[in-house]
């Protein structure tokens, strides 16, 4: 019934995705980090930390909750949260920034360097460098700096450096450029912390192992709560660490189906989107070849979602192997649906949910009513919506 | 002999380094482009790089990271330089033209299309920043079967394995990053590229081009009495960028800075 998964290969690659696309200033550190990574990997002393870091700090287990009155109202399948937004800083973004610091601690980095979009990860990133006195410079689009002010606040509070990025769009993909340039000129003293499931080998299969403490944690209480498997997995795919993290330790579970839920902006058909998986081509982009949102010529192309964390133009590329083979499905919400699964799930069961993660509440929306009342849903709640409030209620034409 | 082959072949038997100018095709205007490559020849230059305007050019500095920008305002591409070299083929048949961009713009065209469009555009080399040699081993040899040289970079902390691995997939020349960093930056270190260059002389025969953070005439000269020639770029389009309502004047200057590098690199 199961059938053993063991991707990336050695060189990082999740069949024709993944790999190493850097220039040659980084091959260097790229090899030491991985050297590394593989080292501790298995190393109980770095384990023992690492379980009591996000123990002890993080807050984990998060909870996995059973939406029971939002089941009901939607008149299928039953509906779990797992409630990553409880975690410490408010999203799943923590679980891999503990992991990544305590191997930049070990591997004696005294500098960390970030990318963020919504600021979820620059949040959870300057946190987790305070925490260990490291120095800490995080980088952001300006247009995110200006949607996400209040995580901007935070991270200075937290003793970070943000800088805004003023390249190109503006957005993720121009933070992650400046991030790359960054570490290329301070490679010797400076770890850099990547926030999801893309950059070049090992970060993709790095970070999701870091993140796949969300689906082994969800697999145990969904057993303690229903006895048996969930039936179907659905989570929000910008990078997709968060989905990644959920759907990881269910490959080979078979019976379970997996729903990634892109950002389909205005819509997939008016171009307006962040969604490559759904509607974008293969390419090479930030160290891995992947889906991306380019046009025929090669040039990346901007892309477009109420949500900063979802607005960008690539995508895991684990997540373009598991779309070629089928084992994962790849849907998308535009931003009027995604405000929709926002309001439900904030007045059906008082939890506000991130921007991000609302994306997979609308989607679970369409999907719960075509379910049987005995099937199980398991949602990742990825994130709070303490982040949005501006941004929602200038929406609402309210003054905060 | 490929055309790169023979010009550092010719260049070292003459006891003269190469200078490589960079300029991104299509900046600021795809009409600038071709006339610029001319007078540069003129000017004395050895190879010409032209950049191929990427939207996330992550290896460049600021200067370079504009100069795509205001390529792709144009509707620069991949194809679009071919064009521009195809142009400049047509009336000099003697200097080399490497390319010099990032993947992605050869993905979305295709291995084999691309490497059929270079052979067509009789482009001599092709240096892709983001593709190291495990990764190239396919577009590599599609363009080696056509007579293109693909060009590898080396850095500052590139290990001995690196050297021997540019050696073994490189041809034409090799481009030594001079400096951790990006393009233009300011921090360049004569005493560490000797050093490095001892090390990388010692592994490969190939000649050895070094960039990144030469700005003027006697930091080239120095530069270039350590390698086999010195590419520079950042420098080139910073003079572009403060002509940018009079071109003329912006192709002067760079002409000017050309020549006082040629004429540095030769006393």
Known sequence: ?400 | MSRLAARFEELAKTGRKALIPFVTAGDPHPDFTVPLMHAMVKAGVDVIELGVPFSDPMADGPVIQRASERALAHKMSLRRTLEIATEFRKTDQETPVVLMGYLNPIEAMGYENFANAAQRADIDGVLTVDLPPEEGIECGALLKARGVDPIFLLAPNSTDERVEKMDAAGSGYIYYVSLKGVTGAGHLNIADVENKLQQIKAITKLPIAIGFGVKDAQTAKTIATIGDGVVIGSALISKIEANLDNLEQAGNNIIELLVSIRQALDS
Not at chain 1, 218 to 241: M, W
């Open chain 1, 1 to 400: 019934m199961t059938e053993k998964y063991n991707m990336p290969d050695e060189r990082g690659h999740f069949g024709p995705y993944g790999g190493i696309f850097v220039a040659e200033t980084l091959i260097p550190p790229i090899q030491e980090l991985n050297a590394a990574y593989q080292h501790y990997l298995t190393d109980p002393e770095f384990i023992a930390e690492l379980d009591a870091d996000l123990k002890y700090y993080v807050g984990r287990p998060s909870p996995l909750y059973h939406a029971e009155r939002w089941s009901r109202e939607l008149g299928g399948a039953q509906i779990y949260l797992k409630r990553e937004d409880l975690n410490h800083t408010g999203s799943h973004k923590i679980n891999n920034t503990v992991g990544q610091a305590l191997l930049a601690k070990r591997m004696g980095k005294t500098r960390i360097i970030a990318e963020t979009g919504a600021g979820q990860h620059g949040v959870a990133t300057a946190t987790i460098a305070a925490r260990l006195g490291l120095e800490c410079v995080v980088y952001m689009g300006a247009v995110d700096v200006a949607r996400q002010s209040l995580n901007v606040y935070r991270m200075k509070l937290l003793g970070a450096t943000v800088v805004a990025v003023e390249s190109g769009s503006k957005t993720l993909k121009d933070a992650l450029n400046e991030a790359l340039r960054d570490w290329v000129t301070n490679v010797d003293n400076t770890f850099y912390i990547i926030g999801t499931v893309a950059g070049p080998h090992p970060y993709p299969a790095m970070v999701r192992d870091f993140q796949a403490i969300i689906g082994r944690e969800a697999k145990e209480q969904c057993f303690e709560a229903t006895g048996r498997l969930p039936d179907a997995l659905v989570a929000c795919v910008g990078g997709g660490s968060n989905a990644i993290g959920l759907f990881y330790p269910f490959l080979e579970d078979k019976s379970v189906k997996m729903y990634g839920v892109e950002a389909a902006g205005d819509g997939v058909e008016t171009g307006r989107h962040s969604a490559p998986l759904c509607a974008g081509r293969p390419g090479v982009l930030h160290g891995n070849r992947t889906y991306l949102m380019a046009d025929d010529d090669g040039e990346i192309i901007e892309t477009h979602s109420i949500s900063a964390g979802l607005d960008y133009p690539g995508v895991g590329p684990e997540h373009a192997w598991l779309k070629d083979t089928g084992r994962a499905t790849y849907v998308n919400i535009t931003d009027t649906e995604a405000l929709e699964g926002f309001y439900a799930l904030t007045r059906m069961e008082g939890i506000i949910p991130a921007l991000e993660s609302s994306h997979a509440m609308a989607y679970t929306m369409k999907l719960a009513p075509t379910m049987r009342k005995d099937e199980t849903i398991i949602i990742n709640l990825s994130g709070r919506g303490d982040k949005d409030m501006q941004t929602m209620a200038k929406r609402e034409g309210i003054e905060l």
